[in-house]
């Protein structure tokens, strides 16, 4: 790749600015900017979903992102929205254009499912409106199955606004990843909080409007941009998309969170690179599915907050509660593990990943920190993991490794098949990624690590730092890089390699 072609792929990952003297070929010349008093592209644009053939792309139109009404100053009415799809970056290779439309009833979010496109290809793609240019962003298909062409990919969650900046966003672009994976808090529903680094503006978020307002003021911010701009997403959410630590199958559900769930899963839906069957209906959406990437790898993407039970005894770590759970509490509800199941029993693919929220190995920190174990996490509902590992060791899957969110902080882990023999084989691998700001700049102590890893010999690595993972996963092997900031509390923070494992072919162990 020459250097120029780096150079203005640089200017896509800076967004508009990068991109002023770019040609409008293509689009129509027409300037009708009287419904739309100022440049609506705020929020940036995503991309998501790829397949062999195609991805879904993103915008929103919100003119001034943080209106009261949620609807980012946009006016009462369907506006059209150009797009278009090139093979260069400066769109003089037009593969596909055409026009779509936001309405105010999905606060003027778009979702452009484009298929037709070449297997493996890098793409460009930007939106108009009214004679307003959206930024580029930079976006590639699958693989041809078939192929196992390695695939580099970037893992995050946990997304605090006010506790730190999203420098790590930023990095994370820099990489130029082929694909990442966002697993959950993408943002956090409290309310403004003094001693942060940043406020949230406004107070928790409970209606519709509350929920939209927030993810414009995410979406405002730069670095997350970049993020989006560089590479397709997979993504799933966690619990502060709605509240902290919320369980979707719970009886006697009040109507009051019922509504705020369907709230927050709307807004989930207009403000992610999500296709049109994800779209909630009565408070539910389907988030659970299968991506392939060549014959490479397999991604089942999981959804362990609408179908879980309610845990047995609270949401906090407790040194008594492996003995009250109920074997018929679930973290996936019966359909999905089936579901699962199914997909370890036809995989074809060198690596299957599991895209999902919640630590999976067992973690038992009594020794060390005199807490026991996580309720929130798979420890709470040991029968259901249980029956997934068995599922793993009697299916055709090669490799198996976890992706994990959610506990703020760095962790490698090896899954045993008996997870209370730590001489039972290796079946799979955990990686676990820091969040990108919550808990604040974190640390790294001896302290940290002799009370956890010592009760733990399945765990290999922790880093209470932020950061996210990268890995470069091939046909021999899967690399990961452990990636950390020293600190979150004001920006440009340089980016480090805490440590690094490689996963072999055929081998769940890290080495």
């Known amino acids: 790749m020459s250097v120029s072609t780096n150079l203005r792929r640089r200017a896509v990952l800076k967004g508009a600015a990068g991109l002023a003297a770019l040609p409008l070929l293509g689009f129509t010349t027409e300037v009708r900017r009287g419904p739309v008093p ?73 979702h452009v499912d484009v298929a037709g496109l070449r297997p493996g290809g890098e793409y460009f793609y930007r939106f108009r409106a009214h004679g307003f240019l959206s930024p580029a962003g930079r976006t590639r298909t699958a693989p041809a199955p078939g192929t196992l062409a390695p695939l580099t990919m970037c893992v995050a969650s946990c997304s605090n606004y006010e506790q730190g900046w999203f420098t790590a966003y930023r990095k994370l672009a820099e990489e130029e990843p082929d694909l990442v994976v966002h697993l959950g808090d993408y943002h956090y529903e409290y309310g403004a909080r003094d001693g942060g680094v940043r406020r949230h503006a406004g107070s928790e978020t409970v209606t519709l409007a509350d929920y939209r307002r927030r993810y414009a003021q995410y979406k405002t911010d730069q670095d997350l941009q970049a993020a989006h701009a560089a590479a397709p997403w997979l993504v799933v959410f966690d619990d502060h998309e709605v509240t902290d630590n919320w369980a979707g199958a719970v009886p006697g559900e009040q109507a009051g969170f019922a509504a705020r769930r369907a709230a927050a899963l709307q807004a989930y839906y207009e403000n992610m690179p999500l296709r049109a069957w994800a779209r909630p209906h009565r408070g539910h959406m389907r988030l659970y599915r299968r991506i392939e990437w060549g014959s490479l790898a397999t991604f089942h993407m999981l959804d362990t907050r609408q179908h879980r039970t309610h845990q047995a005894c609270g949401d906090e770590f407790g040194s008594d509660c492996r003995e009250q759970f109920d074997p018929s509490r679930t973290l996936t509800g019966a359909d999905q593990e089936r579901w699962l199941l199914n997909g370890f029993q036809r995989s074809r693919a060198r690596w299957d990943v599991l895209g999902q929220q919640v630590f999976f190995a067992p973690m038992d920190v009594t020794a060390g920190l005199g807490r026991g174990i996580n ?12 029956r997934i590992i068995s599922g793993l060791v009697n299916s055709p899957v090669r490799n198996a490794v976890v992706l994990t969110g959610d506990v703020h902080s760095h962790w490698a882990a090896e899954v045993r098949e008996r997870l209370d023999d730590p001489l039972s084989r290796r079946v799979a691998t955990e990686l676990v990624t820091s969040s990108i700001t919550s808990g604040g700049d974190g640390s790294d102590t001896r302290a940290d690590v002799d009370a956890i890893l010592p009760d733990n010999p399945h765990i290999r690595y922790f880093s209470n730092r932020r950061g996210y993972v990268r890995t470069r996963i091939s046909a021999e092997e899967l690399r990961a890089d452990f990636r950390i900031l020293p600190f979150v509390s004001r920006p440009d923070a340089p980016v480090l390699t805490g440590a690094s494992f490689v996963v072999p072919d055929r081998t769940p162990a890290l080495l």
Do not use: K
Request: without cysteine; negative net charge; glycine residues 10%.
């Open 38 to 110: 100022a440049d609506p592209f705020t929020l940036g644009v995503a991309s998501g979903e790829p397949t062999a053939d195609g991805v879904v792309l993103w915008t929103r139109l919100a003119p001034h992102p943080l209106a009261d009404d949620g609807l980012g100053g946009m006016p009462p009415r369907v506006v059209d929205v150009e797009w278009e799809v090139a093979t260069d970056d400066r769109f003089t290779r037009v593969a596909q254009r055409g026009t779509t439309v936001a309405t105010t009833e999905s606060a003027h979010s778009v």
């Open 375 to 386: 309720p929130d996490a798979w420890d709470g509902y040991a029968a259901n993991r249980d």
